[in-house]
């Protein structure tokens, strides 16, 4: 008996140690310290899958710019900056949620939530949680999110849109850091 107890108490030791992170899960406050250090601008190709289709724009290269704003508790994601696609992407807390609103050139507002265990420190998963301006069972929104950290100068965003209530789709922006 006095094993199994002692087996149990350095597990439970193990757990809170582990703290909130523990079985493959991150901290939001981590995963938007890690976005902070984004600030700056990446350069790269976009990639189109499924039903959309990047157009005019597949091979072409693309910019985003990551801005951190508002004392450090925001960082602000421009995609396309003075493009007619121009969008702008808005990280923030909320408690300990990472909140990421999508500001769509479709004129729509899609908010996600970071999944806090789908995710690891090096590939963020974000999914939708409700959004402004659109009904989602029927119109065109981005839906999900994913960005795969490779390191301080390479990133791989994918962006999920939905139409009609199905995934339509992958538009995925292969990133270096360019300034």
């Known amino acids: 008996m006095g094993k199994l107890v002692f087996s149990v108490f350095v597990m439970l030791v193990a757990i809170v140690s582990a703290g909130p992170g523990f079985a493959g899960g991150v901290e939001a406050s981590a995963v938007f ?11 790269g ?15 072409a290269k693309v910019k985003h710019v990551f801005e951190v704003s508002a004392a450090g508790t925001v960082v602000m994601e421009t995609m396309g900056p003075g493009t ?10 909320d408690g ?5 609103t999508h ?5 729509n507002q899609p908010t996600m939530r970071l999944d806090r265990e789908a995710s690891t420190a090096h590939n963020l998963v974000f999914n939708f949680t409700g959004g402004t301006n659109f009904d989602p069972a029927v119109d065109t929104h981005i839906h999900a999110a994913e960005i795969a950290l490779h390191d301080e100068d ?3 965003s994918s962006w999920k849109p939905y139409v009609g209530g199905k995934q339509a789709g992958t538009m995925t922006f292969h990133l270096a850091r360019a300034e």
Not at 33 to 43: I, P, Q, V
Not at 103 to 107: E, S, T, V
Request: some cysteine; aromatic content about 6%.
């Open 154 to 156: 390479a990133m791989i």
């Open 84 to 93: 007619d696609h121009e969008m702008i992407n808005m990280y923030h807390l």
């Open 96 to 100: 300990n949620d990472l909140v990421l």
């Open 45 to 59: 190709t976009p990639e189109a899958r499924g039903e959309i289709e990047a157009g005019e724009h597949e091979n």
């Open 103 to 107: 500001y769509c050139a479709g004129g």
């Open 33 to 43: 310290d890690r976005l902070k250090s984004l600030a700056g601008t990446w350069e």
